[in-house]
C-alpha cells in the first residue's frame, strides 16, 4: 500500500458494517452487540464522569457504567493522574513491583476473609484458579454453581452454556436454583463428599440482580462449614462496590476465597482471587497449583486500582449510591404504577434491574417469566433520549459517584415518558 493510500484507508469513517466485517459479530463480548434489543450495535467514542459520547457526539448519561467496573464516574482525575505517572515510568517491567503488594494490602485489609491475594488478568481467570485451589486442597472435583450465576467463561463453568467443551465437563458441575435452600441441601445430601467448592455471586448480578434472602447466604456458609466444601464468593461485580468489605461485609458472611475483579482494576483489565493464608499458599511457587501470567499485576492496572481503592477509602461513596439507588427505586415504580406497567426492582446499593413483571424475582426461573418486550421497549426508548443502561434485561444498571440527583431524575423522567408511550402501544 502506498503511504496516500494507508492514510486514505485509515481516516474512512469506520461504519458499524466494516466493523462487522473484520470482527466477529462486530463485538469483542457478545453482550455489546444489542441482540436482545434488536438493534445496531453503539459505538462509543468517548467517556467523563456520568457521560459517555457515541461518534456522532451525542451523549448519553451512562447506567452501564463498565458493566459494574466504574464506581467513581468514568476517568476520575486521581486514577488519570496515577495513570499519567505510571506511564512517566514504564508500562510493563516483566518483574515484580511495589504496587501489586500495595494493591494486595489494601483488598486484604478491607475483606476481612482476605489475608493473602493473587492478581490475574481478569475475571474470569481469577475464578478458574479459585476453583483449581478448591479443588487442589479438597483433593475433590465436583463442582456446585447456582443457575443464572456468572463466573466467567472458565470451562468447567460454561457446562451447558457454550459448544466446544468435552462432554465429561457436565458431570463436574451440579448446578440449583439461587435462593432456593431446599434443593441445595439435596444437593449436598447426593454430592458432598465430591464437592470441591461451591461458588456463587452473594449478589446475583448476571442474571438481573437477584439479592439474597434473609438467611440463604449463612445457610450455604454452615452448610460448606460442615461439609469441609470451600465457599468461594464471587465479588467481581460486588466487590468494593456494596461497601470497602464487598457483599460479605454486607452481609456478614465470610467466604473461604473470594474473586475479584472490575473495580479493584480502576478501568483497566484486571481480577484478583484472595484468601486466607493456608488456602492461598497452594498457588505457585508456594504450592503446587498453577497460575502465572505475562500481564498478571500489570503496572497499569495496579496504579490505577490503587488509586480508586484509595478514593474510595478517602472519600466513601457509598451513602450517596444508596440514596440515589432508593430514588430510582421510588421515582420508577411510581411511574411504572402510573402506567399501570408490570415491575419489580431488584436492588442493593447501587447495583439495580427492573424486570417487568407482577412477581417477585428471586431466581433465574423467577427472571424468565418476565416481559422481555416491554424491557426493548423502555431501553431503546431510553437510549433515544439521551439515557444509557444495559442493552439487555439479564444485566445490572451501575450507579457511580459521578451520578448526581440531575441524572437519577432524567432517567425517571424519561422512563416516564416512554411507560406512557408504551401504554399506548
Ligand atoms: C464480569 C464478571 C466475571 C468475569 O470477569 P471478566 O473480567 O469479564 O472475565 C466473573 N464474575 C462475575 C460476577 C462478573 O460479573
Known amino acids: 500500500m502506498t503511504r496516500a493510500a494507508v492514510k486514505k484507508h485509515a481516516t474512512k469513517p469506520l461504519s458499524p458494517a466494516s466493523l462487522s466485517a473484520y470482527l466477529v459479530g462486530g463485538v469483542n463480548s457478545p453482550v455489546r452487540a444489542f441482540r436482545h434489543v434488536g438493534v445496531k450495535p453503539l459505538l462509543l467514542s468517548r467517556s467523563l464522569g456520568a457521560y459517555v459520547w457515541d461518534r456522532a457526539g451525542q451523549r448519553y448519561t451512562d447506567f452501564i ?6 464506581i467513581l464516574g468514568h476517568n476520575p482525575p486521581r486514577v488519570m493522574e496515577a495513570l499519567k505517572k505510571r506511564l512517566s515510568l514504564g508500562v510493563l517491567l516483566g518483574l515484580t513491583h511495589e504496587a501489586e503488594g500495595n494493591l494486595a494490602e489494601q483488598i486484604a485489609r478491607s475483606v476481612p476473609s482476605v489475608e493473602q491475594v493473587r492478581f490475574t488478568v481478569s475475571g474470569t481467570e481469577a475464578c478458574m484458579t479459585a476453583i483449581k485451589i478448591a479443588r487442589a486442597h479438597t483433593r475433590r472435583s465436583k463442582i456446585l454453581v447456582f443457575d443464572g450465576c456468572y463466573h466467567g467463561h472458565g470451562e468447567t463453568l460454561m457446562a451447558g452454556h457454550s459448544a466446544g467443551l468435552p ?3 457436565a458431570e463436574e458441575v451440579v448446578s440449583v436454583p439461587f435462593n ?3 434443593t441445595f441441601d439435596r444437593a449436598l445430601e447426593h454430592y458432598a463428599p465430591q464437592l470441591a467448592c461451591v461458588i456463587l455471586e452473594p ?3 448476571n442474571m438481573g440482580v ?5 438467611g440463604f ?3 450455604i456458609r454452615k452448610q460448606t462449614q460442615k461439609h469441609g466444601i470451600v465457599l468461594i464468593f464471587d465479588e467481581v461485580v460486588t466487590g468494593f462496590r456494596l461497601g470497602l468489605g464487598g457483599a460479605q461485609s454486607h452481609f456478614g458472611v465470610q467466604a473461604d476465597l473470594t474473586t475479584f475483579g472490575k473495580i479493584i482494576g480502576g478501568g483497566l483489565p484486571v481480577g484478583a482471587v484472595g484468601g486466607r493464608k493456608a488456602l492461598m499458599q497452594r498457588l505457585a511457587p508456594e504450592g503446587d497449583v498453577y497460575h502465572g501470567g505475562t500481564f498478571a499485576g500489570h503496572p497499569l492496572a495496579m496504579a490505577a486500582g ?3 481503592l484509595a478514593s474510595l477509602n478517602d472519600q466513601p461513596p457509598y451513602e450517596k449510591l444508596e440514596r440515589l439507588g432508593r430514588m430510582i427505586v421510588e421515582g420508577l415504580s411510581s411511574a411504572a404504577r402510573s402506567c399501570q406497567l408490570p415491575l419489580q ?8 434491574t427492573v424486570f417487568f413483571t407482577d412477581h417477585p424475582v428471586r431466581n433465574l426461573s423467577d427472571v424468565k417469566i418476565m416481559r422481555k418486550e416491554l424491557f426493548v421497549q423502555w431501553a431503546n426508548g431510553l437510549r433515544k433520549r439521551g439515557v444509557l443502561i444495559p442493552p439487555s434485561p439479564f444485566e445490572a444498571l451501575f450507579l457511580s459517584a459521578a451520578h448526581e440527583e440531575g441524572h437519577a431524575t432524567q432517567l425517571i423522567r424519561e422512563s416516564k415518558k416512554v411507560f406512557s408511550e408504551m401504554v399506548l402501544n
Open 65 to 70: 457504567m463498565g458493566w459494574g467496573a466504574i
Open 210 to 214: 437477584i439479592v439474597p434472602l434473609p
Open 217 to 219: 447466604l449463612e445457610h
Open 203 to 205: 449478589v446475583a448480578a
Open 180 to 182: 432456593d435452600t431446599e
Open 167 to 169: 462432554q465429561s465437563i
Open 345 to 352: 426492582i431488584n436492588r442493593v446499593g447501587s447495583m439495580l
Open 306 to 308: 490503587l488509586a480508586a
